[in-house]
């Protein structure tokens, strides 16, 4: 687990940020989750845009601004979405209604979520635990939902935008992991549409259930 006091400086930088700054992580995410969406499902009925609601589960934000995006992006794609969001501190994130304290790595509190997203997260978890989260988010999929999580170049490769206290993210090992464990995962590799370089080249790991 990461040092409390290592999380409470990330915040701050987070919450530091200017909105150029939101306003390119809102325009990157929404890129990411339609072309994920597109692509992984194509489309089909069950993804297109519809009035019935879509429960949908976001694994950690680091930042409180990122809730209304999120709720923004989803109810875009989905037409209408309810979006919870669990976080290992709710504190940073306002502790609003959608935020639910708990550490992924532990399973699930609810089992009932048609769409996961993690952006990033697997930075923040060892090798080890990011298998049992991803099994984790797998477990709270309603038949025929899918879960997708995000990963960027510096935790892939190591590069200078890692922190030392981040770990390295290998989604081959993932993908092999995951299969031992009977949970097939599609990985997606394209350019999502940042302005922010490290943000830019993305790698899917999906695990429709
Ligand atoms: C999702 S990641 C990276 C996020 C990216 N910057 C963003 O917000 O889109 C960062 C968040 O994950 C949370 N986090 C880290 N480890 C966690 C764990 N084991 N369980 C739940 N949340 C965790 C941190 O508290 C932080 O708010």
Known sequence: MIDKNILEAHYAEYASQPQE???????????????????????????????????????GASDKRYLSIHHRIFNAELGNAS????????EHLGRGPTVIEHDVTRPFPRKEYDLVFSHELMKFLTPEEQVLAIGNAHDTLVRGGLAMHI????????????????????????????LWDGIPAIRLEFESESSVDWLRHTVALVTPR
Request: cysteine-free.
């Open 21 to 59: 700054w939101v306003a390119n992580m809102e325009q990157t995410k929404r890129s990411i989750v339609a072309h994920v969406l597109d692509e992984a499902t194509g489309y089909t009925q069950r993804w297109l845009p519809s009035s019935q609601r879509r429960n949908v589960l976001v694994l």
């Open 151 to 178: 990963i960027h170049e510096p935790s892939i490769k190591g590069t200078a935008e890692l922190r030392e206290w981040q770990y390295r993210v290998d989604p081959s090992e993932l993908e092999r992991r995951l």
């Open 83 to 90: 979006v919870t969001t669990y976080d290992i501190d709710a």
